[in-house]
């Protein structure tokens, strides 16, 4: 297999988002390595990203850089908690939850409530109708958005200021959003509805793993959109409001959409393409380096991943796209000390079902409506208008 195509130093110093000057001072120090030839330095990108990723993880380890990530700020959460690399919900695995339950059981428990209400069918109607209005260019994530507006906007009570309009807001959106995407039976599960709205194919079980997804992406700590959606609840906004706040943040490649670029990287590989020159060709293109890679909280890989490996391996017709898999991953634990995240299950999941490659974050926004809106519920037990940060002026002194 060749080595990996290298960076130039613009790209090198683009992806850490330092000048160059500050580049070359982390080959100085012995930070990072480099090779020099007629045509200038060059880097390697594994290296580039795995020394960015030690960055964000260790404020301090180069004075004077940012720290991606490092928190403004600690919230008491009551329901995502990682213990030993493994995510739980409130007192039980998300793992075994998985593996074990469907998506609505976890709902209904998660929100303590007997049943998901739909939407009446007028009202999926008026939000399937805002969707067609798009037309066929919008991204997946396009038509989500304006269906939360449609059902908001057909629900008279949804500025009802008990907080018990949260859940039943979250309800219609959970059920009511696969439905506005897809002409389905009403007695069609929240998965089944998704199966048929995104996948290009009939597979035993495709439903099964949207299931497994589903519950896996819930709730992680405080991702910058549960992060969002805590802050309108804080100033008190409908159920809907907290949702579209959320997916403001969520909408973004270093969050929710990560997957999108994952699955361009793996369908390259599996038809084809040398993973080396597929990973180099992908940092190339953006600043968030290689995407599927890489999970701060836990210290032995993203257990999310592992539990959608699993279930994929034992799928029908799997084999082609978990060689990709196998293949990327490889080639980056080779040159990084990095693991398969979240989005590359997704995105694996996406290959496999023949779904468009940025469909992974509908079934991930739909998933993590249900961890918005316990945040949101959480938070309206809380003084309102409490996550009002003040800033610090550090612009020009006044003359």
């Known amino acids: 297999m060749s ?23 982390y080959v100085s120090r012995g930070l990072l390595s480099r090779e020099r030839d007629a045509a200038g330095s060059s880097f390697d990108p594994l290296e580039v990203e795995a020394f960015a990723r030690r960055r964000r993880r260790s404020p301090g380890a180069v004075p004077g850089s940012p720290t991606p990530g490092s928190p403004l700020m600690v919230l008491d959460t009551r329901l ?11 007192e039980r ?18 929100w303590d409530v007997s049943t998901l209400r739909a939407p009446s069918p007028a009202d999926v109607a008026v939000a399937r109708g805002t969707i067609a209005a798009l037309g066929p260019a919008a991204r997946p994530l396009d038509r989500l958005l304006v269906a939360v507006s449609a059902l908001a906007a057909t629900d008279p009570l949804r500025d009802d200021p008990d907080p018990s309009q949260l859940l039943r807001a979250g309800a219609r959106l959970v ?30 079980g495709g439903s099964r793993l949207i299931d497994a997804a589903l519950v896996l992406v ?29 997916l403001g943040a969520f909408d973004a490649p270093l969050h929710g959409t990560a997957s999108g670029a994952a699955a361009h990287l793996l369908r390259a590989i599996r038809d084809g393409d040398d993973p080396a020159t597929a990973i180099a060709r992908t940092v190339r293109a953006g600043r968030s380096g290689v995407p599927g890679f890489g999970q701060p909280l836990y210290a032995g890989g993203d257990m999310r991943a592992r539990v959608l490996f699993e279930l994929l391996r034992d799928a029908p017709e799997s084999a082609g796209v978990l060689a990709a ?63 009002r940060p003040r800033g610090r002026y550090v612009g020009p002194a006044p003359e």
């Open 175 to 204: 059920t009511g959003l696969p439905a506005a995407l897809a002409v389905a039976d009403e007695r069609a599960s929240v998965a089944q509805t998704l199966w048929r709205a995104l996948a290009s194919r009939d597979l035993p």
């Open 93 to 110: 695995s998300a793992a075994q939850l998985a593996r074990d339950a469907s998506f609505e059981d976890v709902v209904t428990w998660v």
């Open 80 to 90: 995502a908690h990682i213990d030993d690399d493994e995510l739980h919900y409130r």
């Open 218 to 246: 819930i709730d992680h700590d405080l991702a910058a959109s549960t992060l969002a959606a805590r802050v309108a609840a804080s100033a008190r906004a409908s159920g809907y409001a907290v949702v579209t706040a959320a």
């Open 3 to 25: 080595d990996l195509p290298r960076l130039t130093a613009a790209e090198a110093a683009a992806r850490l988002g330092v000048k160059p000057e500050s580049l070359y001072a």
């Open 325 to 387: 898999v196998d293949a990327v991953a490889d080639e980056v634990a080779r040159r990084a000390d990095m693991r398969p995240n979240l989005d590359l299950a997704l995105a694996a999941l996406t290959l496999w079902a023949e779904m468009p490659d940025d469909a992974a974050s509908v079934i991930f926004a739909i998933g993590r409506i249900v961890g918005w809106i316990s945040h949101a519920v959480d938070e309206y037990d809380e003084r309102p208008m409490r996550l």
